[in-house]
């Protein structure tokens, strides 16, 4: 037998009252999950951010004048 089926099996023995606090300790749970899920962000993520910092070994700039303008 399934934690689930045992879990639903003990509940159905319970009395209303008690259902009521097993129902709020649930919610309770759902609740303290979804706080420590990642929020959600709805910007997309920028493609670059994951380039920033690939070029620190150099200056990829040197001289490229004489390259681009002929000097």
């Known amino acids: 037998m399934t ?15 008690q259902l009521i606090e097993v129902l709020q300790y649930v919610q309770h749970l ?3 999950r979804e706080a420590t899920l990642p929020a959600k962000t709805d910007r997309p993520v920028d493609p670059l951010s994951e380039f920033i910092g690939a070029v620190d070994c150099g200056s990829l700039a040197a001289n490229l004048d004489d390259e681009l303008y002929g000097r």
Request: net charge negative.
């Open 30 to 32: 759902s609740h303290d």
């Open 3 to 17: 934690t689930k089926q045992t879990l639903l099996n003990a509940i159905e023995q319970l009395p209303e009252k």
